[in-house]
């Protein structure tokens, strides 16, 4: 840790960013246009190179609306064979560097009719059925809590700031509650309406083990799924990663203007 900290400030000149922001699949391209200073994660002790198509693998520094801004342009997921300490590992860096926020993306099934591909979704909860949990192993009391409470892992003030965002933006955005599996195989349609009957609106491949460390650390988080399939079974669909990274880069746009005002706001 100490490692990659002095490497992050040597390279960024001390930068302190206050917001972080995780850019799930196909969502990529949010830095675009903007200025600044770009750290391949290959470079990074503790970071690894990602090696998921869709995701560039770098952190980027900047300063979006007047916010200095650390942005993860790609994370490293379970499924790739890390351990979820490796997998979090980001979010204690951030923490560590200054961050009070973070704004978690992905891309999700949608478990039902209701929540529609292309459309977003402010998650207002999750369901951990990765199985395990990056909490696990000695805990360090003065990052976290031994048993930190969860009862509001999405920050209501931050859903509430998003939500007035997108509807000034006419951006459609609903609300709803993310399950996560470990993948990379999508789900079985009998494993689809489990998670459904479960309580769960979109399923995904990641974000909940950020989401719990970043809780446990005492960070604002919002996260935000861009709907970007029906889930196995829900509309008779074969499922490919082809068909999410796409979902992602046509939403683009509007995913950046929501992101610039809400970075704007906090
Ligand atoms: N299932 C799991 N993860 C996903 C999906 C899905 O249907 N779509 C995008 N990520």
């Given at each position: 840790m100490e490692n990659t900290l002095n490497f992050?400030?040597?390279?960024?000149?001390?930068?302190?960013?206050?917001?972080?922001?995780?850019?799930?699949?196909?969502?990529?391209?949010?830095?675009?246009e903007i200025e600044g200073i770009e750290i391949p994660y290959g470079e990074i002790e503790g970071f690894m190179p990602s090696g998921v198509q869709g995701h560039k693998g770098s952190l980027f520094f900047g300063e979006i609306q007047n916010k200095k801004v650390v942005i993860m342009q790609g994370r490293f997921h379970f499924y790739e064979g890390y351990s979820?300490?490796?997998?979090t590992f980001p979010v204690r860096v951030f923490k560590k560097l200054g961050v009070k926020?973070?704004?978690?993306?992905?891309?999700?099934?949608?478990?039902?009719?209701?929540?529609?591909?292309?459309?977003?979704?402010?998650?207002?909860d999750h369901i951990n059925f990765t199985g395990t949990n990056p909490l696990i192993g000695k805990n360090d009391d003065n990052e976290g809590e031994r048993f930190p409470d969860m009862s509001e892992v999405y920050s209501l003030e931050l859903r509430k700031l998003a939500f007035d965002c997108?509807?000034?933006?006419?951006?459609?955005?609903?609300?709803?509650?993310?399950?996560?599996?470990?993948?990379?195989?999508?789900?079985?349609?009998?494993?689809?309406?489990?998670?459904?009957?479960s309580g769960a609106d979109v399923v995904g491949m990641s974000t909940v083990p950020e989401a719990i460390v970043a809780n446990w650390l005492n960070m604002r988080v919002l996260g935000i799924s861009l709907?970007?399939?029906?889930?196995?079974?829900?509309?008779?669909?074969?499922?490919?990663?082809?068909?999410?990274?796409?979902?992602?880069?046509?939403?683009?746009d509007k995913v950046k203007k929501l992101l610039d005002l809400i970075i704007s706001r906090i």
């Amino acid at each position: 840790m100490e490692n990659t900290l002095n490497f992050i400030k040597e390279k960024t000149a001390g930068f302190t960013p206050q917001i972080a922001v995780i850019l799930g699949s196909g969502l990529g391209g949010y830095t675009k246009e903007i200025e600044g200073i770009e750290i391949p994660y290959g470079e990074i002790e503790g970071f690894m190179p990602s090696g998921v198509q869709g995701h560039k693998g770098s952190l980027f520094f900047g300063e979006i609306q007047n916010k200095k801004v650390v942005i993860m342009q790609g994370r490293f997921h379970f499924y790739e064979g890390y351990s979820m300490k490796s997998v979090t590992f980001p979010v204690r860096v951030f923490k560590k560097l200054g961050v009070k926020d973070i704004i978690i993306t992905n891309a999700a099934g949608s478990l039902d009719l209701y929540h529609h591909p292309g459309e977003l979704m402010i998650i207002s909860d999750h369901i951990n059925f990765t199985g395990t949990n990056p909490l696990i192993g000695k805990n360090d009391d003065n990052e976290g809590e031994r048993f930190p409470d969860m009862s509001e892992v999405y920050s209501l003030e931050l859903r509430k700031l998003a939500f007035d965002c997108a509807r000034e933006l006419n951006i459609d955005i609903k609300e709803g509650v993310y399950a996560a599996t470990t993948g990379p195989s999508y789900e079985t349609p009998a494993e689809v309406n489990m998670l459904k009957l479960s309580g769960a609106d979109v399923v995904g491949m990641s974000t909940v083990p950020e989401a719990i460390v970043a809780n446990w650390l005492n960070m604002r988080v919002l996260g935000i799924s861009l709907i970007s399939n029906y889930a196995a079974g829900v509309f008779n669909n074969k499922l490919s990663h082809n068909e999410v990274i796409e979902s992602g880069r046509n939403a683009s746009d509007k995913v950046k203007k929501l992101l610039d005002l809400i970075i704007s706001r906090i």
